[in-house]
């Protein structure tokens, strides 16, 4: 039996929509998703799904469990908003200041409820279960550490993991599907450089902190062109600096702090030995010294070869060949890849670029949007998935 799961996604357009608005509306940071966990866990206890809340603090996980014996699909939803200010002006703009949904995850939680609103009445037809993990705190790279902690890959295991992420750079209709790497590991570094500080009149008696930091950030951007092998990709940005208060002061110290992101392990781990031997050599020879302190947030996101390879030939008869794109990438990050690290799964990127806006806004922008016919699209395809490894034809 083939299940049309375009016409049911679509039927529930409106429905869609206005969740996600509700959700856009109320937005809640890390581990602050008490609403929006309320929401989920009311939606799928109602659906008859057994639900445990609490999972990683304000996590929500539920099980679809099947009619007959098979394999657990482990479908993955982040439900935390940005601390930003909306400059949007529209109805469902959010209502609490300081806080919006600007990378898409209202999008998200609700396509997810959307999926298992469309399998639950399936289940006869399942072979296996389907693991529902709404997530919090994906944007500080905490939530999904925090709920694997909590047992969220236990009882049961995940044989396979899938999810999207709403990508408004891409058009809509559009569907990233590459194999390997396709969102990079994050980290982030924090860096003080100290010297001895003095008159500004009289640098010869002081160690200037402020030039020996300025060495190290042009340096820092050699490890990329220089010691890192061209075909791999990496990024290091050091995006703040703080030195002094006073104009003819010269400081104590130099803080610095910033974020490189990365597709391999190794080459996170050679970008901290590189960073550290050139942060301690240049301070040394300038007189200075430099302490640097490293936190690793979040491992690359890794497609598994096979998975796409099956999820590209289902995803093909629903948006058709055209629209599948092999390519896609980013050095973006995301959690997500805690649930794929050991579990063969895909995370593809979903097109949702608003064509209707006046000037385009990317992810983390105050002015962030998405076409919302996104909605049913990715309930349709993320529902496809999770068929096309549980459901019989019977």
């Known amino acids: ?83 930003i200010l909306e400059e949007n002006q ?18 998200h939680t609700t396509i997810a409820l959307g999926v298992a609103k469309l399998l639950t009445p399936l289940r006869d037809q399942i072979a296996g279960r389907v693991k529902f993990v709404f997530q919090p705190a994906e944007e500080v790279g905490k939530g999904a550490l925090a709920m694997v902690a909590d047992g969220a890959m236990l009882t049961p295991r995940p044989d396979v993991s899938v999810g999207l992420h709403l990508w408004n750079s891409l058009p809509f209709g559009m569907v990233g599907v590459a ?51 061209p075909l791999d990709n990496a990024v290091i940005s050091v995006t703040t600096l703080r030195a002094g208060e006073a104009y003819n002061v010269i400081p104590q110290f130099v803080d ?14 050679l970008i901290v030995q590189r960073m550290t031997a050139i942060a301690e050599s240049i301070a040394a020879a300038m007189g200075c010294t430099a302490e640097l302190n490293v936190e690793h947030l979040t491992k690359p996101v890794i497609n598994h070869p096979e ?43 979903l097109g949702a670029k608003d064509e209707t806006a006046d000037a385009y806004y990317g992810h983390h922008h105050p002015r962030f949007s998405f076409d919302e016919n996104a909605l049913p699209l990715g309930v349709e395809l993320l529902s496809a998935a999770v068929a096309a490894y549980v459901l019989t034809d019977g």
Do not use: W
């Open 256 to 269: 610095m702090r910033g974020t490189f992101r990365y597709f391999k392990l190794e080459v996170r781990d």
């Open 1 to 83: 039996m083939t299940i049309d799961f375009k016409t049911q996604a679509q039927a529930m357009r409106d429905e869609l929509i206005a969740r996600r608005r509700d959700l856009h509306q109320h937005p809640e940071i890390a581990f602050e998703e008490v609403r929006t966990a309320g929401i989920v866990a009311r939606e799928l206890t109602q659906l008859g799904l057994e639900v445990q809340t609490g999972v990683g603090k304000t996590g929500v996980v539920a099980i679809l469990e099947g009619a007959h014996d098979g394999p657990t699909v482990l479908l993955r939803a982040d439900m935390d908003a940005l601390p």
């Open 179 to 229: 194999d390997g790497p396709v969102m990079s590991g994050a980290s982030i570094f924090a860096l003080r450089v100290t010297g001895k500080g003095g008159h500004a009149a009289s640098p010869q008696h002081n160690v200037d902190p402020v030039v020996c930091a300025a060495q190290i950030v042009l340096a820092f951007q050699t490890i990329i062109t220089r010691n890192l092998d």
């Open 90 to 107: 529209t109805d469902y703009a959010s209502q609490t200041p300081g806080k919006m949904h600007a990378c898409g995850h209202d999008g």
């Open 307 to 349: 998975v796409s390879a099956r999820l590209r030939q289902t995803f093909a008869p629903l948006v058709g060949e055209k629209a599948l794109d092999p390519t896609v990438r980013t050095m973006g990050s995301e959690d997500v890849s805690e649930f794929m690290d050991d579990v063969p799964g895909m995370y593809f990127m």
